[in-house]
């Protein structure tokens, strides 16, 4: 079935530190990939949406500049978080639908997240 | 703005015990509604899938319905086992295909052998 992969799964990192994380399709082309964020104890809170060879579109409440966003390929979208401080650390996780079989009413599929720690 | 809601927070039942989580959503004109489990530091994963023409979904000893007049969802789980101990959440898609998920918080449950 479709798989999405996020890599890496855990950061560790000192504030200041650019960090990506990446979201790959593994089996399916996605034109449109979203990205959400957990803090402790909540739900999962759409952050982004990004969009293959356009720029993304962004929540209210959600810096662009600081969490950058490229969808360059219809397998692969990258966030980036810059200049990280201890508030960013959080859960960071990325979905895919695989629209080109059976369409949009297909089951978003997750990828495994990305644990970011701002020390 | 669509809003979803889940009841309880947490459970906490024996072993073997046939439990009904409950999800609500207050803007009725969804697409889809999908269950996920989510273990502890883990990502999502993908239980049942309703289509908003749809009345229910089986797979296993699990069973979601849904009433989109009434904006409700249930998620049945029979004869369930410590290994089901999870945070089970509710997500809802928007009318226009492909659009973000709106979740709920979740509910925590503990199966006690």
């Known amino acids: 079935g479709a798989v999405v992969s996020q890599h890496p799964s855990r950061v560790i990192c000192k504030s200041g530190t650019s960090v990506k994380i990446e979201c790959r399709s593994l089996d399916f082309q996605a034109t449109t990939m979203f990205w959400y964020r957990q803090f402790p104890k909540q739900s999962l809170m759409l952050m982004a949406t990004?969009?293959?060879?356009?720029?993304?579109?962004?929540e209210q409440g959600v810096e662009k500049d600081k969490f950058l966003i490229n969808h360059a390929s219809l397998t692969l979208s990258t966030l980036t978080v810059t200049s990280a401080h201890p508030e960013d650390s959080s859960f960071y996780i990325c979905?895919?639908?695989?629209?080109?079989?059976?369409?949009?009413?297909?089951?978003?599929?997750f990828g495994d997240g990305t644990r970011l720690s701002i020390l | 703005k669509q809003e979803v809601t889940q009841i309880p927070a947490a459970l906490s039942v024996p072993e073997g015990e046939n439990l009904v989580l409950n999800c609500s959503f207050t803007?009725?004109?969804?697409?889809?509604l999908q269950w996920f489990r989510q273990d502890p530091g883990k990502g999502l994963t993908s239980l049942l899938l309703?289509?908003?023409?749809?009345r229910e979904q089986t797979s296993g000893r699990l069973n979601a319905s849904l009433d989109k007049s009434s904006g409700r969802s249930t998620l049945y789980i029979a004869a369930s086992q410590p290994g089901d101990s999870a945070t089970y959440l509710c997500a809802v898609g928007g009318t226009s295909g492909n659009t973000p998920l709106v979740f709920g918080k979740g509910t925590r449950l503990s199966v006690i052998a």
């Open positions: 803007d009725s004109a969804i697409y889809n």
């Open positions: 979905s895919a639908r695989d629209g080109g079989t059976g369409g949009f009413g297909q089951p978003q599929h």
């Open positions: 309703i289509q908003s023409s749809q």
């Open positions: 990004s969009n293959e060879g356009s720029k993304a579109t962004y």
